[in-house]
């Protein structure tokens, strides 16, 4: 059998910018990218903190260490700058997989910098 676990999240990064004009997608500093692990074109599910909008959406790379948490096209009807999201990968797992089950969470401050990289939900 295979479970949909957590892969990797990105906890309580700062909304930089919601650019409705562009095709869709969110931008996130290759930085927490690389850390994390999440790909450029990965689904990803974002969990808006401030307003309990969770939506789906595509990771599209920004500038490294430019610390951008921007969400694109229609996505950004769905946040205000300023707002705190967390941003969830998913990946399926088989049951011998689970015993090594080791999703990456980062941590971030205020101001988008890498704080700390867990290996634990």
Do not use: W
Not at 19 to 36: F, M
Not at 95 to 116: A, F, H, S
């Amino acid at each position: 059998m295979q479970r949909e676990m957590m892969a990797a999240k990105i906890h309580r990064a700062t909304v930089t910018d919601a650019n409705l004009n562009y095709i869709g997608s969110i931008t996130i500093d290759e930085n927490l990218l690389e850390a994390s692990g999440i790909l450029v074109g990965q689904k990803v599910e974002i969990l808006n903190i401030n307003n309990g909008e969770r939506f789906d959406t595509y990771v599209i790379k920004g500038e490294r260490h430019g610390r951008e948490i921007c969400l694109n096209g229609a996505a950004a009807r769905k946040v205000q700058v300023g707002d705190k999201v967390i941003i969830v990968a998913y990946g399926l797992y088989g049951n011998d997989e689970l015993e090594r089950y080791r999703p990456t969470v980062v941590m971030v401050d205020e101001n988008n910098n890498l704080t700390q990289v867990l290996h634990e939900i």
